[in-house]
């Protein structure tokens, strides 16, 4: 399942976007909640593969997240991230330059 979100899409194997949407069905009350399940459950979409094994993203999609001819994949443990190069160059330049921000959160999960 492939979903927008923001400025780049994320893809789901099938049981980690099934609990998603039962988390958000259980807790997700809130009217800002209502709007995210509108914009990222309304735009979801299920993507198959080509002969050659590459993901078919239609262009509604390609177009939400401003994906160009260059696209990285990032992998996120639960989920693949979607990106077009340079938004996701400059998002982990922010990352990087505020690295910093992340220890507290590091140490606590017994990281650091």
Request: glycine share 8%.
């Amino acid at each position: 399942m492939v979903a927008p979100w923001k400025d780049h899409l994320r893809a789901y194997p099938l049981a980690e976007w099934e609990a998603l949407e039962t988390k958000l069905l259980s807790q997700g009350g809130e009217p800002d909640i209502v709007k995210f399940v509108r914009y990222v459950v309304g735009g979801v979409v299920e993507c198959s593969l080509d002969k050659q094994g590459r993901i078919l993203l239609p262009p509604d999609l390609r177009s939400d997240a401003n994906l160009t001819k260059e696209v990285i994949l990032s992998g996120m443990i639960d989920w693949v991230e979607i990106w077009d190069k340079a938004a996701l160059l400059a998002e982990n330049d922010t990352a990087r330059n505020g690295f910093e921000d992340f220890k507290a959160s590091l140490s606590r999960m017994g990281i650091l």
